[in-house]
T-cell receptor, first 113, second 109 residues
Framework: NAGVTQTPKFRILKIGQSMTLQCTQD?????MYWYRQDPGMGLKLIYY???????DKGEVPNGYNVSRSTTEDFPLRLELAAPSQTSVYFC????????????FGPGTRLTVL | GQNIDQPTEMTATEGAIVQINCTYQ??????LFWYQQHAGEAPTFLSYNVLDGLEEKGRFSSFLSRSKGYSYLLLKELQMKDSASYLC??????????FGAGTRLAVHP
């Protein structure tokens, strides 16, 4: 199993540009999450999904959109990039029946200039 | 509101014991997690507590008191590789995690 994979690893965007951060898991996990981590801070939940076709907002959803058309994939879309979205983005997943740890992807480091 | 507090930084000596405290006030509680995060890397799971008491796993132990909204992570026989950030997180509905800001631990010889 590859676990949770994220692409790209790094990206620099100009203000106003858009992009999609990709997240894929091969563990057949039904719950998936997007977090962002600003320097020196903990992670904050952006969006989450409890299954294909079902998504909901987390703590900091403004400026982002998500979709979940398959169990495996949970892309995060930035429509109009702003400097405040400069951060490291982590995708995570878990099997709903398990009260154990979320499995995190390696992260995408995004800079908006 | 949701609030998780932990110290910003701690230092300790190689071979020593260190305790990292975490206090929380959250609207839901399905358990408390501790994660380790090295600079530039993803968080990795250390421990999970859902009932009061101590959970031991090798050099790491974690304690929970739900009535006090309090947890601690105990690291024994510190090694240089333990220098990292330690994140306290509370699990709520749909296993969503609310994280504290993290505690940066520096282990020196």
């Amino acid at each position: 199993n590859a676990g949770v994979t994220q692409t790209p690893k790094f990206r620099i965007l100009k203000i106003g540009q858009s992009m999609t951060l990709q997240c894929t898991q091969d563990m057949n996990h039904n719950y998936m999450y997007w977090y962002r981590q600003d320097p020196g801070m903990g992670l904050k939940l952006i969006y989450y999904s409890v299954g294909a076709g079902i998504t909901d907002k987390g703590e900091v959803p403004n400026g982002y959109n998500v979709s979940r058309s398959t169990t495996e994939d949970f892309p995060l879309r930035l429509e109009l990039a702003a400097p405040s979205q400069t951060s490291v983005y982590f995708c995570a997943s878990i099997l709903a029946s398990s009260y154990n740890e979320q499995f995190f992807g390696p992260g995408t480091r995004l800079t908006v200039l | 509101g949701q609030n998780i507090d932990q110290p910003t930084e701690m230092t300790a000596t190689e071979g020593a014991i260190v305790q990292i405290n975490c206090t929380y006030q959250t609207s839901g509680f399905n358990g408390l997690f501790w994660y380790q995060q090295h600079a530039g890397e993803a968080p990795t799971f250390l421990s999970y507590n859902v009932l009061d008491g101590l959970e031991e796993k090798g050099r790491f132990s974690s304690f929970l008191s739900r009535s006090k909204g309090y947890s601690y992570l105990l690291l024994k026989e510190l090694q240089m590789k333990d220098s990292a950030s330690y994140l306290c997180a509370v699990s709520g509905g749909y296993n969503k995690l609310i994280f504290g800001a993290g505690t940066r631990l520096a282990v020196h010889p």
